[in-house]
């Protein structure tokens, strides 16, 4: 199993912010996640994308500090870092919400 | 000389917004267009920038909906399209400059 890395928020810039934000996939992982906190990646995801693709736009939401991913059992759970991420970057991820639709 | 293509806002994805807001050069840019309204190419971006680069930089900007560029005698003029932007994505520029730092 891969390492999952979780960057301190201080490391990640407002344009690698922004690119992990830039993708319709990972605005809809981000919106479920923000519905129910916990999932793992089919949840996240759907069922129909396949587990590679999903596991990329994973690890771009892990690397600018967006998804938190823990190891539970067999399975592994996403959250979001709402509050650090809102802590580096206030409002952004507010504004990008409520404009998703 | 290549035709300027300003998008009606109403086909700008929210991912294709923040694709076009997610790189530090393009960042300057919109920073500078809120600082000074109207720039040509090299002002807007600094002028140690490749010309070529430049342009596509606002290419990008331009087919995101977040700059206008009209030919004014021998120039090409950049323009913020803060209102057009800001009726289609309410508060999503305000919140990316506040974290600009």
Redo the contacts between chains.
């Keep these: 199993m891969d390492r999952l890395v979780h960057p301190d928020l201080k490391d990640v ?4 912010a ?2 992990a ?4 996939v990972r ?1 809809e992982i981000i919106a479920r996640l923000v519905e129910c906190p916990c999932l793992n990646a089919s949840a996240a995801c759907g069922q129909s994308t396949p587990k590679s693709t999903i596991s990329n736009h994973l690890n771009v939401l892990r690397a600018a500090g967006l998804v938190e991913t823990k190891v539970e059992g067999r399975e592994r759970i996403n959250r979001l870092r709402c509050m650090d991420f809102d802590a580096r ?4 991820l ?3 919400l ?4």
Tied chains: 1, 2.
């Design positions: 810039s407002l344009a690698a922004l690119h934000l830039a993708d319709p605005l970057f206030p409002g952004l507010a504004a990008v409520a404009n998703k639709g």
